[in-house]
């Protein structure tokens, strides 16, 4: 059945300062498992709408005990799709990102929308969704739970690097985020040189 997690978060920043620390939000340092940022594929439709595909590559740090269930070569980093659409008339951007690999272990397909909030307009709004599944027979739950705690975990960092990278635009204090949710900090072992997938197809569809 797999877990869910749902947040709403009111930012007090215009939606065009946003979007702009949204493309500016790597790097920042409470986001240090983001290791690279690679724009796959852009487009500008007759619609007037940005359509972005971008490939991120995280670290992987497993849980102990999960450590001495798996092979010890399995990869310690995750491959991230991010696709994106902007919408510069409805004063909108949706995301959806989803992992490449390490998908039979466990599977993170996470949806945002950010929107002018229209009872404030100079505020915006964020919707965040997403749902952790895994298929490994025996584990699937607590591997679940895992997924789910360590999307709060890095949700909460990805948050602060929105701040950090609205405040370098405002050139003052950073805006207030009016959520529950506090970033906790976690260091991470340097990581060997992997290759990669990539590609520059075009993407069949986007969120």
């Known amino acids: 059945m797999g877990r869910s997690f749902y947040s709403e978060v009111h930012i007090k920043s ?36 940005l359509l972005s595909r971008k490939l991120l590559t995280k670290t ?13 070569h399995m990869a310690r980093a995750v491959y991230v799709l991010e696709d994106s659409i902007v919408d510069l008339e409805a004063n909108t951007l ?16 996470e949806h945002c929308m950010f929107e002018q909030d229209c009872s ?28 789910l705690a360590r999307f709060k975990s890095n ?20 805006p207030h985020l009016h959520d529950d949710q506090g970033a906790s900090s976690e260091k991470h072992k340097p990581l060997p040189t992997q290759a990669p997938p990539t590609s520059t197809q075009k993407p069949n569809q986007f969120v």
């Open 14 to 49: 215009p939606w065009d300062q946003v979007l702009a620390a949204f493309w500016q939000r790597y790097p920042n340092p409470y986001s240090t498992h983001v290791l690279t940022e690679d724009v796959l594929y852009r487009e500008v439709t007759p619609s007037n709408h």
């Open 60 to 72: 992987n740090r497993l849980p102990g005990w999960a450590e001495r269930i798996f092979p010890a």
């Open 94 to 109: 949706i995301t959806k990102t989803w992992n490449l690999n390490h998908d039979t272990l466990m599977t993170v397909v």
């Open 120 to 147: 404030r307009p100079t505020w915006t709004k964020l919707r965040r969704e997403a749902w952790i599944s895994s298929s490994v027979y025996g584990l699937a739950r607590p591997i679940q739970e895992f997924g």
């Open 155 to 174: 949700q909460a960092k990805a948050m602060r690097g929105l701040e950090y990278a609205l405040s370098r635009i405002q050139t003052e204090a950073p």
